[in-house]
């Protein structure tokens, strides 16, 4: 999923972390934040990451209007994960998850996406003073 080479609707990204929205969902909106490099504890777990959660946590209630937004970190093959599972109606249970169709995905990508700023880079222009020579003039 980091690198890109599983197919997966990116909704924001970090040099810590991407977030996806899961294809096995707890609840509408449910999205997986994955750090980049292994990270085998939660303790460990660099607060920019959670800091990322905590925005799209935002996001979620405003476009999706849950009930609450919850963070859970999951362990998966020994590394762990945060989960931002929007309440509805009924008590979250990560055992239960449904497959998510390509509608639902397009929906959420469109409303939670985070549109990348690009960064312009100013470049000064340095005034170079050019000296004009007049010679005098030579008639032949």
């Known amino acids: 999923l980091v690198d890109g080479e599983i197919p ?6 970090n040099d810590e972390a991407i977030a996806i929205i899961s294809k096995r969902a707890v609840s509408k909106g449910h999205i997986l934040v994955v750090p980049k490099s292994a990270v085998k504890d939660a303790k460990e777990m660099p607060q920019s ?4 959660a905590k925005n799209i946590a935002k996001k979620i209630g405003s476009k999706l209007k849950p009930k609450d937004v919850e963070i859970q970190t999951e362990s998966a093959f020994g590394e762990n994960v945060l989960n931002v599972i929007p309440v509805y109606d009924k ?7 449904y497959e998510v169709g390509e509608e639902e995905m397009n929906e959420i990508y469109n409303k939670l996406k985070v549109v990348q700023k690009k960064k ?12 004009v020579v007049k010679l005098k003039r030579k008639i032949p």
Request: proline share 0%.
């Open 8 to 13: 997966s609707s990116k909704i924001d990204e």
């Open 49 to 52: 990451i959670f800091k990322m």
């Open 91 to 97: 008590k979250i249970n990560l055992s239960e998850r």
């Open 120 to 131: 312009v880079i100013k470049v000064k222009k340095k005034k170079i003073k050019v000296e």
